[in-house]
Nanobody
Framework: VQLQASGGGLVQAGGSLRLSCAASGSTFSTLTMAWLRQAPGKEREFVAG????????HYTDSVKGRFTISRDNAKNTVFLQMNSLKDEDTAVYHCAADPDAGFGVVSWSQRSYDYWGQGTQVTVSS
């Protein structure tokens, strides 16, 4: 599985961005997908995850109510809609795939994710 993230950029605080992650391969619809981010000088952290069917989503507390993860299995793509962006959202955002997740499970540990996109930079200016 190869993942290609896009959609990052420079945005003012309070603005919005939509990240996309396109996956190659025929197994996308069986994969739990997630977005993780790494800010300068900080460890990579889980942001949002979605089960293979899209029926269950998970968010870190700092983005709840502002970010929405979704997927289109027909297009092998997962999205992260980011609204009301804040300075602290500035980071490199990576999409990742977990091929071994149990039914309805979304892991918050980056070690669970075997496939990673190259990352897309999101910069929020105040």
């Amino acid at each position: 599985v190869q993942l290609q993230a896009s959609g990052g950029g420079l945005v003012q605080a309070g603005g919005s961005l939509r990240l996309s992650c396109a996956a190659s391969g025929s197994t996308f619809s069986t994969l739990t997908m997630a977005w993780l981010r790494q800010a300068p000088g900080k460890e990579r952290e889980f942001v949002a995850g979605i089960t293979w069917s899209g029926s269950s989503t998970h968010y870190t507390d700092s983005v709840k109510g502002r970010f929405t993860i979704s997927r289109d299995n027909a297009k092998n793509t997962v999205f992260l809609q980011m609204n009301s962006l804040k300075d602290e959202d500035t980071a490199v955002y990576h999409c990742a795939a977990d091929p071994d997740a149990g039914f309805g499970v979304v892991s918050w540990s980056q070690r669970s994710y075997d496939y990673w996109g190259q990352g897309t930079q999101v910069t929020v200016s105040s």
